[in-house]
């Protein structure tokens, strides 16, 4: 073969792979967001939420110690309203309320719709739920859970399809250390052996497994005066290690208020959706706002 043959050969294998690197990209692209307010006492600083498979209802935790639940009202897809909104304060192993100190609530998991997983940042704890309204079962917790920070643990919480329970802390203890990822199998052990690499000033916030099983997780970065941004990635998971990173979303600072809390869901076309919650902090230059986005090759 001549040599200008070979170089256009080169070039066009250059070309193809290039091509093919961008075709398989992924990125979400954003459907909507709705404003949510209710007069209820304790409204806001929702940092975690489920959503129903069909996208249809969800359950969220407050800062507070709430759950609440609703049915979403959509137009075209989009979410413009809440309906037949409940909310339940949460108890503790002995069925009395939460104490001061004990309610601020993070994450949220559910596992076969009977097994509600809460993480509790102030006192470095998860629970197990049967009920929304039933007293539950505190975890028993690695020893590294006492080290983690104040303020800063296990915010983000997720369970596979097998009921292995998933979790990192907010802060990995230095700006240049990996998160460490906690892991949960049924019979109760847990391990530590998966890394999340921290980049860019982002700290994960909310987590959640999606219909195809890969990981997904949100990540905020506060950015002063002008407001919070956000970024969602997604990961394979393997024994070892999570491989495969995929960055989804970057948004610029004040896109959107605080988001906290991520489920992914496949709508009626088949499409992934990801839906997030944003925690207002209970205050009134915040807002607690919905937002979803599309999963769009």
């Known amino acids: 073969m001549c040599r200008s043959s070979t170089i256009k050969l080169t070039i066009l294998s250059l070309c193809c792979l290039v091509w093919g690197a961008v075709a398989q990209a992924q990125s979400l692209e954003l459907v909507g967001t709705k404003s949510w307010t209710e007069r209820v006492s304790g409204f806001g600083g929702f940092s975690s939420i489920e959503v129903s498979s069909n996208g249809s209802s969800f359950l969220v935790t407050t800062d507070k110690g709430m759950f609440g639940q609703g049915v979403f009202k959509r137009v075209g897809g989009k979410i413009v309203g809440v309906q037949s909104p409940k909310f339940q304060k949460m108890l503790r192993d002995d069925g009395q309320a939460l104490g001061k100190g004990q309610t601020d609530s993070e994450g949220l998991a559910v596992f076969g719709g009977s097994e509600i ?48 329970l998933y979790t990192l802390p907010e802060r990995s203890g230095l700006v240049d250390r990996p998160f460490p990822v906690f892991r949960r199998s049924r ?18 916030v909310g987590a959640d497994f999606g219909p195809d099983g ?38 610029p600072s004040g896109t959107h208020d605080n988001l906290e809390g991520i489920s992914v869901w496949r709508d009626a076309g088949g499409d992934l959706r990801v839906t997030m919650i944003s925690d207002d902090n209970f205050k009134f230059f915040q807002r607690t706002e919905f937002v979803e986005y599309r999963l769009v090759p």
Do not use: C
Request: proline share 3%; no cysteine; glycine share 8%.
């Open 117 to 164: 997983y809460v993480s509790f940042e102030g006192t470095h704890v998860i629970r197990r739920f049967g009920a929304l309204d039933a007293a539950p079962v505190t975890l028993k917790m690695p020893r590294e859970f006492s080290q983690l920070q104040t303020n800063s643990s296990i915010e983000a919480l997720a369970v596979d399809t097998k009921g292995v």
């Open 187 to 204: 019979d109760g052990r847990w391990d530590s052996r998966l890394r999340v690499a921290r980049s860019g000033g982002f700290l994960p």
């Open 214 to 251: 890969r990981f997904y997780l949100l990540e905020r970065y506060f950015n002063g005066i002008a407001g919070f941004a956000s970024r969602v990635r997604s990961f394979e998971v393997g024994v070892n290690a999570l491989w495969d990173e995929k960055t989804l979303l970057v948004t």
